[in-house]
Nanobody, 124 residues
């Protein structure tokens, strides 16, 4: 099991930027893929981005492609989500998650451990 702690959320205006961080502890960080998901009130948790254990393979939801960038620093046991050109519809609680499947999954059920989430609010 790995413990995940997100940080970096906050309130930002439309068009602004935020960088989320997710610090991992427990299992060897470089052994698993990492993903970011988000959940808005009254909606299901949705996939945002994922990155494989080397950092060389990434995949994004169409809604964030070209605006968000996922990256990882295995030496620091941390994964990041750089969010640019934020829109009000990006408002949600953002969660990081770890997957031991060996792939870079996009479905919440394929992730094994989750952080507690960090709130991102984009004002119009």
């Amino acid at each position: 099991q790995v413990q995940l702690v997100e940080s970096g959320g906050g309130l930002v205006q439309t068009g602004g930027s935020l960088r989320l961080s997710c610090a991992a502890s427990g299992r060897t960080f470089s052994n698993y893929a990492m993903g970011w998901f988000r959940q808005a009130p009254g909606r299901e948790r949705e996939f945002v981005a994922t990155i494989n254990w080397t950092g060389r393979s990434t995949y994004y939801a169409d809604s964030v492609k070209g605006r968000f960038t996922i990256s990882r620093d295995n030496a620091k046991n941390t994964v990041y989500l750089q969010m640019n050109n934020l829109k009000p519809e990006d408002t949600a609680v953002y969660y990081c998650a770890a997957s031991y499947s060996g792939a870079i999954p996009t479905i919440p059920g394929e992730y094994d451990d989750w952080g507690q989430g960090t709130q991102v609010t984009v004002s119009s």
